[in-house]
């Protein structure tokens, strides 16, 4: 981390369109709320963008909201209030801020980045945060695979990865951590939590769709380290080098996924 006085983050001049190499090239970490994430890109000891920094502020009027339990349309009557914000939702997340912080850590090397607190719904912050003298870094977040076709066609992304696995354990995982760090209330965390379990299946086909790779923490972890040697030298024998990650034009990029197909949970 360098002297924060040197302010390169969303709010300075735009970056730059890059004509050459990148500085730096994006692995993007999807998957599940609850699947492990956080912990994989730690593990990695590569510089990590937290991409839940970038939701929006509870008070944003273009939150998406719940539908209510009767099925009519929130505030449609006295019979359906607004059933809460739907979080899961990626309108409930600054995509082009977020590309925008990716596209200057890899064209410049630092940004600053916003800090959030989800019980509060609110940026408390900003922290700088550079990924100068490593060629690879991790953006990770529920949200992730939404940035993937942007990055590849920019020549940016290293990889896109989404961690799947059992559903329970997921759920598990999720609400043990929710509730340790108090992130909202407990009702409306096994509420939530139970809604993501019916949908988990949904979430990682969604996923997929976009341009992650499917894969169980340890094959993830295989695939960075290889897109680590293959950015700092030779590919290990049996692995060939590819100058950047491509994938498939998304069917859905931008749309808003419903309580049956939710982007993940926070």
Known sequence: ??????????????????????????????????????????????????????YKEGGDPTLPLLEPKDGARPGSGPKSPPAGVDWDSPLAWDAASALETVTRLCTRGSADVPLYSISASARTGTRHLSVEGSPLFVAEGIFAADLATACAESGLLADALCLSGS???????????????????????????????????????????????????????????RAL??????????????????????????????????????
Do not use: Q
């Open 1 to 54: 981390m360098t002297d924060s006085t040197d302010h390169t983050g969303p709010e300075a001049d735009p970056a730059p369109p890059h004509r050459t190499r990148p500085l730096a090239r994006v692995v993007l970490l999807t998957g599940p709320s609850g699947s492990g994430k956080s912990r994989l890109a730690a593990r990695t000891g590569l510089p990590v963008l937290r991409l839940d920094d970038f």
């Open 167 to 225: 559903p329970l354990t997921t759920f598990r995982r999720r609400l043990l951590r929710d509730v340790r760090e108090a992130r909202k209330s407990l009702p409306v965390l096994v509420r939530r939590g139970w809604r993501l379990l019916r949908a988990e299946g949904a979430i990682v086909e969604r996923h997929v769709r976009l341009g992650a790779f499917p894969c169980g923490r340890e094959e993830a972890a295989a695939r960075i380290e």
């Open 229 to 266: 040697a293959s950015a700092t030298g030779p590919a290990p024998a049996g692995h060939p080098t590819s100058p950047a990650h491509t994938v498939p034009r998304p069917r859905e990029a931008g749309c808003r996924t419903g309580a049956g197909e939710t982007g993940a949970s926070r």
